[in-house]
């Protein structure tokens, strides 16, 4: 263990349960990590925000609070998706707000039919209907597969060829190249402007290098 040393000062103890510190007259007390206070504050914060939301939507598509009707109740595995409360809420919630929009009896392959939901964004923003805009961090789930998108579904939605050798990827990786990625047509339609007509309207300036001029293209 350390001890304390002259002036006040503070040194690390390492005992059980630490890190500890030695305060200026000896006291053992615990030494504090302000990120991770932080870090705790706001998650705390951000839980008692999705509880409220969610209890809010619940309320307005007419569910308790403990319904479970995709989660559970379906069957559905979920594959994909981080099982954590705020996910598996979501995605109930989601399920719960597309039966309230359709009639009674209505099958489940047409409400599951090109019905995702995408997790990690506010439940409060409604995050399902149709598909959505591909991101790094976002976690697209198909209630008609029972799967999410993975990094290679991404890529080959921006029509990448299915013969890219991606062995040297992470799987964390791919995703972030898919989510990050422009669409071969965009990216096509790019680089023709400059081969096709360097001098058109998409002007970059040699004497201000770097300041693209997007007037009138």
């Known amino acids: 263990m350390g001890q304390t040393g002259r002036g006040g000062c503070r040194e690390s103890w390492s005992i059980g349960g630490g890190p500890w510190v030695a305060d200026s007259v000896g006291f053992i007390v615990p030494k504090v990590d302000i990120d991770a ?3 705790t504050v706001e998650s705390a914060g951000l839980f008692k925000q999705w509880r409220m939301h969610s209890g809010i939507i619940r309320q307005k598509v007419g569910i308790s609070g403990g319904f479970q009707g995709w989660s559970k109740d379906s069957g559905a595995r979920l594959v994909g998706l ?3 409360a705020r996910t598996v809420d979501c995605v109930d919630v989601a399920c719960a707000d597309r039966l309230h929009s359709f009639p009674s009896g209505t099958p489940k392959g047409v409400l599951t039919k090109d ?3 995408n997790p990690p964004q506010g439940i409060q923003r409604k995050p399902w209907g149709d598909k ?4 790094g961090n976002g976690m697209w789930y198909s209630y008609e597969h029972d799967t999410t998108l ?4 991404f890529l080959r939605l921006h029509g990448m060829p299915e013969l890219m050798n991606l062995q040297a ?3 964390s990786e791919i995703k972030d190249l898919g989510g990050e990625a422009f669409s071969v047509p965009i990216s096509t339609m790019f680089a023709a402007s400059f081969y096709h007509l360097p001098w058109g309207s998409l002007v970059v300036s040699v004497a201000d290098f770097g300041r693209v001029d997007l007037a009138g293209f």
Do not use: I, R, Y
């Not at 993975?150 to 579904?153: A, E, I, L, R």
């Open 82 to 84: 981080d099982l954590n």
């Open 115 to 117: 019905f995702w939901c």
């Open 37 to 39: 206070l932080h870090t």
């Open 169 to 171: 990827l992470s799987h």
């Open 150 to 153: 993975d990094g290679t579904d």
């Open 132 to 135: 959505g805009t591909l991101t």
